[in-house]
Nanobody, 129 residues
Framework: EVQLVESGGGLVQAGGSLRLSCAASGYILDDYAIGWFRQAPGKEREGVWCMRSKDGSTHYLDSVLGRFTAATDNAKNTMYLQMNNLEPEDTAVYYC??????????????????????WGQGTLVTVSS
């Protein structure tokens, strides 16, 4: 079965940390552009990070630079998002995704994946103040 399954979300106080995981089946992550996205209540989905499969280049959302670090484990076919120094503004449902290529939106420089193939079901991160 082809799927992406996120885990690791939860409730944390501001300043705390969480590590999200996204396990892929039916995909070899190394063959795709991959990324993390989030959608806060009442807001549009935004890209947090993505990575190009071709050269491994990555893009982060400006507001998470220095706080969030993404990584992959090809042996486990899993991607991770380590989130440190969390802020209430980080509260959202976090999704992983695979697609054709990773780039940034013109103007906003927000990470995005073109040719999206699949989203995970999402995992909720709630940061209390």
């Amino acid at each position: 079965e082809v799927q992406l399954v996120e885990s690791g979300g939860g409730l944390v106080q501001a300043g705390g940390s969480l590590r999200l995981s996204c396990a892929a089946s039916g995909y070899i992550l190394d063959d795709y552009a991959i990324g993390w996205f989030r959608q806060a209540p009442g807001k549009e989905r935004e890209g947090v990070w993505c990575m190009r499969s071709k050269d491994g280049s990555t893009h982060y959302l400006d507001s998470v630079l220095g706080r969030f670090t993404a990584a992959t484990d090809n042996a486990k076919n899993t991607m991770y998002l380590q989130m440190n120094n969390l802020e209430p503004e980080d509260t959202a449902v976090y999704y992983c995704a695979v697609g054709e290529t990773c780039t940034v939106a013109a103007g906003t420089k927000m990470p995005l994946i073109k040719g999206l193939e699949r989203w995970g079901q999402g995992t909720l991160v709630t940061v209390s103040s």
